[in-house]
């Protein structure tokens, strides 16, 4: 036994802990441990007169009760021990010993002899909730787990220590973040403020990203086609009126996808409601994909549903989708027209496939002839103008899609059942779960894998009644629609329509919509190219007054700040530690070299002069990406405090300052609003080195 005790002390010894503890906190440690290693020691060797007499005495059968050996620490080494509890898993032992230390609210039992602000209890603390937040997290509690990681986060900001980690614990947050959204969307209906967190967590990522298919970085390891999935698998946990004002509001970045997403939307509850207001703009938004994608069926629909019989058989007309249309055509035999089949399909679509991805739709019945049997519906019909798709009023604010997708609205289809499982209702994202950290060594932070996806199960129905199979797989139960059904919701749609339909086929009509487009596109060309011959020759006899030009969308605020720039030099260093105004002085170089770095003329050569390594290669490279995708970036600093100087030593010191700014994103030319944003406020932390003789911005975390 005493070999092993020997044994278990020095591995212990030689097992040391995390780099950022400091050399008192491990002296600290050793002498817990040594201690410890001699009581063990003690208690094992047995003294010769009780051994002696222990033979002299008669044998007992009673037991005899051992108590474990216990080690009194002096107040001295209270981080030490702290230290050697987290090192044993002892999480919420450190927590609770060390609470009226980091808890503002439990301060009145703190002793005189221990620093509330000494980094090694902090840092255990820290690690501690770290810990815990890890194994919330395995545990599939998202929330819980965000709660400690963001505390554990709160307490190493407070007293700017630790960079390193926190930037260890700001990763775990990006990564936890699409959890927690989903644990918060599939709250029950009456926790609002849930559900409300949830929204508000997943319009963050979206900025982040520059929307549903941008090319920002929202740190969450998912890839485009991976957000995809996931902002599929959360439709059916958010309302009608939820993804219509997001995925609207997300179309304007522009974004292909997110404006496929909000004409699902708007059909629902344009339908649902009784609102054939929200249909018609739900049709605007699909001539902004028409010249992309195959989305005629859900044109023939909205007309359908607006009352233009001519208009929905057109749209079957030039459809592409076979299967599709020889349902339709299968189930109009015997018709004059394509109704039936139409009428027939439109439901089944919508009960199928519109409604199932609705949180408060996915319960209710479609009957297409109680929506054209409403007075709201039968009123707004009667008003509208009979005018073709292309009409321009129904055309939605919301731009074309200037930017290339990796993924079409056919792989895109929102009923695509890669999300929801058919034997299981909880919400998840994947089975993985971060591993325990190593308390002796740097954890790694755990890596978000692809949503689960599970295998249909098709209904047994009667072949002839069925949708096809294609691209818009069924998920729930069709519809038993009658014969009867169809045929008075014919009746309805023919009552209200705008124009007859005499024939299956319906020739085409000519389209002066369609015209008006084509010359204007035509006219739109010609005064493109005429602008750029002028532009050529004003470029050709005007290159001496190039330098007294400026650009209108260049605003005078950012033009004063780039004088500025010229004008100053960059922060000399001072002998001594870093002192405000210097920090102040450098972080405005920051802010203005980087206008000039990521903006139009891309002077990415000043970085060298205000940045070292890392942070210099990573900014040189988002200006490197910036010009090749024919970008940049427009800047205006509106404010720029230095919060606190934190010094350590004379040659490195760290900075926390609030930045508030506005930046405008451009792209071949043209202003992006998605991409930009107005009113920008945010913490930063900036750790500084002083070389020679100036003070360089080496690595930087926002908060």
């Not at 770290?130 to 997290?137: K, M, N, S």
């Not at 090749?628 to 427009?634: E, K």
């Not at 609003?673 to 002083?690: F, H, I, P, Q, W």
Request: proline share 5%; hydrophobic share 35%; aromatic share 8%.
């Amino acid at each position: 036994m005493p070999e092993k005790i020997h044994q278990a002390h020095r591995d212990r010894l030689l097992s040391m802990p995390r780099r950022e503890y400091s050399d008192a906190a491990i002296a600290s440690r050793k002498r817990i441990i040594d201690k410890a290693y001699e009581i063990l020691v003690e208690r094992e060797r047995p003294s010769v007169a009780t051994a002696a007499s222990n033979l002299d005495e008669p044998v007992s059968d009673r037991p005899v009760a051992t108590l474990p050996a216990q080690i009194e620490a002096d107040e001295k080494d209270f981080a030490g021990l702290l230290l050697i509890l987290y090192e044993l898993g002892e999480s919420e032992k450190v927590l609770s010993l060390a609470k009226p230390y980091y808890d503002p609210e439990e301060a009145e039992h703190q002793s005189a002899r221990i620093s509330p602000h000494d980094p090694d209890l902090l840092l255990s603390v820290s690690l501690s909730f770290l810990d815990i937040g890890r194994e919330y997290w395995k545990q599939g509690q998202y929330e819980s787990a965000a709660s400690a990681l963001e505390s554990a986060q709160e307490i190493l900001l407070r007293e700017g220590l630790f960079l390193s980690i926190r930037s260890e614990i700001q990763a775990d947050l990006f990564r936890l973040r699409p959890y927690r959204i989903l644990e918060l969307l599939a709250s029950p209906d009456n926790h609002t403020n849930e559900h409300r967190k949830g929204m508000a967590l997943l319009q963050e990522m979206l900025d982040a990203r520059r929307g549903i298919d941008g090319s920002g970085n929202d740190y969450s390891s998912l890839g485009i086609d991976d957000f995809l999935r996931f902002i599929q698998q959360l439709r059916s946990y958010m309302t009608a009126i939820e993804q219509q004002t997001l995925f609207e509001e997300e179309a304007r970045r522009p974004s292909s996808v997110a404006t496929y997403l909000a004409v699902y939307a708007l059909i629902a509850r344009g339908f649902s409601q009784r609102q054939p207001a929200l249909i018609r703009r739900a049709k605007g938004l699909l001539v902004k994909l028409s010249a992309k994608q195959d989305i005629y069926l859900e044109k023939a629909v909205c007309a359908l549903l607006l009352g233009q019989t001519e208009e929905a058989s057109a749209a079957i007309d030039n459809s592409s989708e076979e299967d599709q249309i020889a349902f339709i055509r299968q189930n109009s035999e015997g018709a004059p027209d394509l109704l039936p089949g139409l009428c027939l399909y439109s439901e089944r679509w919508l009960q199928e496939e519109v409604y199932p991805h609705f949180r408060d739709l996915m319960s209710q019945i479609v009957s297409l002839k109680d929506y054209f049997a409403d007075e709201q519906v039968q009123s707004y019909l009667e008003e509208l103008p009979n005018t073709g798709s292309l009409s321009s009023d129904w055309t939605s604010p919301v731009g074309g899609d200037r930017l290339g997708l990796s993924t079409s609205l056919d792989d895109f289809s929102p009923v695509k059942g890669d999300f929801e499982n058919s034997a299981s209702n909880e919400p998840r994202l994947s089975t993985y779960a971060p591993e325990t950290p190593n308390r002796f060594q740097r954890s790694t932070v755990p890596v978000l894998e692809r949503p689960s996806s599970y295998s249909q199960s098709s209904s047994n129905i009667n072949a002839s009644r069925d949708l096809p199979k294609s691209r818009r797989p069924s998920n729930v139960p069709p519809t038993r629609t009658s014969a009867k059904g169809i045929n008075e919701a014919v009746k309805e749609v023919k009552r209200h329509a705008h124009t007859p339909v005499h024939s299956s086929q319906p020739k085409r009509k000519f389209n002066l919509g369609r015209l008006v487009i084509v010359i204007a596109v035509a006219i739109a060309s010609i005064g493109a190219s005429l602008w750029l011959v002028v532009w050529a020759f004003r470029s050709l006899i005007g290159s001496s007054r190039s330098e007294a030009f400026v650009p209108l969308e260049k605003p005078i605020a950012s033009l004063i700040e780039a004088t500025k720039v010229t004008t100053s030099s960059v922060a000399t260093a001072q002998a001594g530690p870093l002192n405000k105004e210097t920090a102040t002085k450098v972080i405005e170089t920051w802010q203005s070299t980087k206008s000039k770095a990521l903006g139009k003329t891309y002077e990415d050569n000043l970085l060298e002069e205000i940045l070292d390594e890392p942070a210099l290669s990573d900014w040189k490279g988002r200006a490197k990406d910036l010009k090749a995708g024919n970008s940049y970036l427009q800047y205006q600093i509106k404010s720029s405090e230095v919060d606190k100087v934190i010094p350590d030593g004379d040659s490195k010191a760290k900075v926390v300052a609030k930045i508030s700014e506005s930046r405008n994103f451009f792209n071949n030319g043209e202003l992006d609003r998605g991409a930009s944003k107005e009113d920008s406020n945010y913490t930063v932390e900036y750790d500084l080195v002083k070389k020679d003789n100036r003070w360089l911005i080496r690595e930087m975390l926002v908060f």
